[in-house]
T-cell receptor, first 113, second 115 residues
Framework: DQQVKQNSPSLSVQEGRISILNCDYT??????FLWYKKYPAEGPTFLIS?????DKNEDGRFTVFLNKSAKHLSLHIVPSQPGDSAVYFC????????????FGKGTKLSVKP | KAGVTQTPRYLIKTRGQQVTLSCSPI?????VSWYQQTPGQGLQFLFE???????NKGNFPGRFSGRQFSNSRSEMNVSTLELGDSALYLC??????????????FGPGTRLTVL
């Protein structure tokens, strides 16, 4: 049973517009969430994170929103750039000291010029 | 500062063989985690080592094992390879054990193909 779900395998957006990537989770013990970006032939790189005590975290063009009641988070990229084209992974961690990262299957974002 | 390095980058093996993958973390990092990435399953956690001790283990069969050395370098071993073991194996390092606020830095991965 998947605890972290990214239901859209792919997303195509025009350059300059907003990209919205969604992620749902089932485990109410998760209290820390991360987004990673992955280019082909490279390992994932950390983008942005959010703690469950917040509902929004912003870093430049990237904003993550957390809706705890809906067990849903989203990553907004504004404005989208062709260099943002990559696979984006949502990950979650529970509050325990032994908690490891649980990843979604990823969403492939294509930003067209 | 050099990033996480993984060797080899590509590997082809046949069913029944065993394989050892290596990961060198960022200098000063003492935690190393291993993940398996497949198209159908995304990234799945294998295990984490910190200061030469396994802290956490994912839901993988005993054919998958690992260890960490005193210099924090880690190896992962898969015995009796199966076709389904074909995947990208990623290693990630962090200064502290995995936990809230601890960012993990990933290596480029080792692409294992089992024929």
């Amino acid at each position: 049973d998947q605890q972290v779900k990214q239901n859209s395998p792919s997303l195509s957006v025009q350059e300059g517009r907003i990209s919205i990537l969604n992620c749902d989770y089932t485990n109410s013990m998760f209290d820390y969430f991360l987004w990673y970006k992955k280019y082909p032939a490279e390992g994932p790189t950390f983008l942005i994170s959010i703690s469950s005590i917040k509902d929004k975290n912003e870093d430049g063009r990237f904003t993550v929103f957390l809706n705890k009641s809906a067990k849903h988070l989203s990553l907004h990229i504004v404005p989208s750039q062709p260099g943002d084209s990559a696979v984006y992974f949502c990950a979650a961690k529970d509050g325990g000291s032994q908690g490891n990262l649980i990843f979604g299957k990823g969403t492939k974002l294509s930003v067209k010029p | 500062k050099a990033g996480v390095t993984q060797t080899p980058r590509y590997l082809i093996k046949t069913r029944g063989q065993q394989v050892t993958l290596s990961c060198s973390p960022i200098s000063g990092h003492r935690s190393v985690s291993w993940y398996q990435q497949t198209p159908g399953q995304g990234l799945q956690f294998l295990f984490e080592y910190f200061s030469e001790t396994q802290r956490n283990k994912g839901n993988f069969p005993g054919r998958f094992s690992g260890r960490q050395f005193s210099n924090s370098r880690s190896e992962m071993n898969v015995s009796t390879l199966e076709l389904g073991d074909s995947a990208l194996y990623l290693c990630a390092s962090s200064f502290l054990p995995s936990g809230r606020g601890t960012e993990q830095f990933f290596g480029p991965g080792t692409r294992l193909t089992v024929l």
